[in-house]
Structure formats: C-alpha cells, structure tokens
C-alpha cells in the first residue's frame, strides 16, 4: 500500500467525525478496498481486501476508471435510508492511484423534501380557500354597497312622502275651515240651509279623519326612517368590516404565496437527482 494511501486509511476515523451526518467511508487503491468503515446505520457490508471487480457497477469503479469525481443521491430503496455518495480520485504524480468515497445519510434532507410535499399540498387548499374567501368578500362588498344605495334612496323617498302628508295636513286643515265657514253660512240661511250644513258637517268630519290619518302616518313614517338610519348605518359597519376583511384576507393570501414558493424551493433542493450504488 503506498504510504499516501495508508495515511488516509490510518486517518479515516478522524475524517468520519468531521461528518454531521451518519457516515460510511469506503478508500481503494486501483484493485482493492484498502479501508472501510460503516457509519452507525449506514453499512455497505464491504470488507478490506475484497477486489474492486466486484463492484463495477460502483461510483469507487467508476471514479478509478474515469479520474472523475462523482456526486450521487440514493432513495431509501437501496440501504432502507437515503443518502449523498461522493467519490473523489487520489492521484500521484497525475495518476490515480486510488479513489476515497464518502456515503453521507441524507434522512434529513428527505424528510424536509417531504414535509415540503405536504405543506405544498395543504398551501395548495388554503390559496384555494383564500382566494374564494376573496371572492365571497368582493361580492359582500358590491352587495352592501348596492344595498346601501337602495337605503339612501328609501330614505329620500320617505321625505318625499312626508311631504305630501304635510300637503294632506294643510288640505285637511283648510277642508276644516271652509267646513266651519259652510256651517256659519248654513245656520244663517235657517230652514233653507239645513241640507248645505249636513254637508258642511260631512266636509269637517272628513278632514278631522284626513287629518287623524294624515298624523297616524307620519308617526309611522318617522319610526321607519328611524328604523332605514339605523339599517344604514349598519350597512356601513359591516361593509366596513367587510373591506377590512377583504384586506387582511388579500394580505394573508400574499403570506400563502411566499410560503408555497418556500415549499417549492425545499421540495427543488430536497429532491434524487440519480440513483447508483456506491
């Protein structure tokens, strides 16, 4: 064994805990393994001393074969857990003389890519859920906002007819005094004015009853328009409201996105890019 290759051997220990992660270290000259050590879970069960033609199919194979580093991700199918083979060639004098791989655990990183699977499936439903959230925000608001205006139109329509129940007062009134003037006018005109006073009493009778409705209704107009203020002003509370929920639902839809595209980048980074024994 050149004496390179044995320092590395000796060293592999040491090397193995600068490691974060579960560690496999595999060193081989251009024939043989010359140093092996399996990490706690990681185990390739390869034994120092076995030929390197047995493994051609490996990375270590390739990499003496070729002079090329190779960089390779494993799923869990191969050793039941996931994990990053690196092999680098040694060279001496610009020959390879041997190659070193690294077989490093990646569970971590599947468990993120995972976890980030899933959280892009459950962002998935809540953008769906903001967004027709949205939507019923947006109608609510168009909704209250015509509502609003067909209150504000009651409301005017209510004076207009206020007003023309002030007209009826006025009539009434003037019914009562040219009522009474009739009755004056029918008692002096004595036996010749009896049927013109039944009159007179009819047209009086008729505008104290014009008069009383005329009362009535503007009591129960002023309850309704006091009823249509305190709608209206409800209405403008809870489009209010509704605005401000339309903002904070805009904003928490905003929040979704970032975090999807979170979710797509650790689902980018946490991926098998190739599969291959080491």
């Given at each position: 064994?050149?004496?390179?290759?044995?320092?590395?051997?000796?060293?592999?220990?040491?090397?193995?805990?600068?490691?974060?992660?579960?560690?496999c270290?595999?060193?081989?000259?251009?024939?043989?393994?010359?140093?092996?050590?399996?990490?706690?879970?990681?185990?390739?069960?390869?034994?120092?001393?076995?030929?390197m033609?047995?493994?051609?199919?490996?990375?270590?194979?390739?990499?003496?074969?070729?002079?090329?580093?190779?960089?390779?991700?494993?799923?869990?199918?191969?050793?039941?857990?996931?994990?990053?083979?690196?092999?680098?060639p040694?060279?001496?004098?610009?020959?390879?003389?041997?190659?070193?791989?690294?077989?490093?655990?990646?569970?971590?990183?599947?468990?993120?890519?995972?976890?980030?699977?899933?959280?892009?499936?459950?962002?998935?439903?809540?953008?769906?859920?903001?967004?027709?959230?949205?939507?019923?925000?947006?109608?609510?608001?168009?909704?209250?906002?015509?509502?609003?205006?067909?209150?504000?139109?009651?409301?005017?329509?209510?004076?207009?007819?206020?007003r023309?129940?002030?007209?009826?007062?006025?009539?009434?009134?003037?019914?009562?005094?040219?009522?009474?003037?009739?009755?004056?006018?029918?008692?002096?005109?004595?036996?010749?004015?009896?049927?013109?006073?039944?009159?007179?009493?009819?047209?009086?009778?008729?505008?104290?009853?014009?008069?009383?409705?005329?009362?009535?209704?503007?009591?129960?107009?002023?309850?309704?328009?006091?009823?249509?203020?305190?709608?209206?002003?409800?209405?403008?509370?809870?489009a209010?409201?509704?605005e401000?929920?339309s903002?904070?639902?805009?904003?928490?839809?905003?929040?979704?996105?970032?975090?999807?595209?979170?979710?797509?980048?650790?689902?980018?980074?946490?991926?098998?890019?190739?599969?291959?024994?080491?």
């Open positions: 064994m050149l004496d390179s290759l044995r320092e590395i051997a000796d060293h592999l220990p040491v090397i193995q805990e600068t490691y974060p992660e579960d560690t270290l595999i060193l081989s000259d251009k024939e043989k393994i010359i140093g092996y050590l399996p990490g706690k879970e990681i185990d390739l069960k390869l034994k120092v001393g076995e030929s033609s047995k493994y051609k199919k490996s990375a270590t194979y390739k990499v003496l074969q070729t002079g090329e580093k190779i960089r390779e991700e494993i799923p869990a199918d191969m050793l039941g857990i996931p994990y990053i083979s690196t092999c680098t040694i060279r001496q004098d610009g020959q390879v003389i041997g190659a070193f791989a690294a077989v490093v655990s990646n569970q971590k990183m599947e468990d993120l890519r995972k976890g980030a699977e899933k959280l892009s499936a459950v962002i998935g439903q809540m953008t769906a859920f903001s967004e027709e959230i949205a939507v019923i925000a947006n109608s609510s608001a168009n909704k209250l906002q015509e509502l609003s205006r067909q209150s504000e139109t009651m409301n005017k329509n209510m004076k207009n007819v206020a023309i129940i002030q007209q009826v007062k006025e009539i009434a009134s003037r019914s009562n005094i040219l009522g009474l003037n009739a009755s004056i006018e029918a008692a002096r005109s004595g036996e010749y004015g009896r049927g013109f006073a039944v009159v007179a009493d009819e047209i009086r009778r008729m505008a104290a009853n014009s008069n009383s409705a005329a009362e009535d209704i503007q009591k129960q107009l002023e309850i309704t328009q006091h009823e249509i203020l305190q709608i209206n002003e409800s209405i403008q509370e809870i209010a409201q509704t401000e929920q903002a904070s639902t805009q904003e928490f839809h905003t929040m979704v996105e970032r975090i999807s595209d979170t979710a797509e980048l650790l689902n980018k980074h946490g991926g098998v890019h190739s599969l291959s024994l080491s």
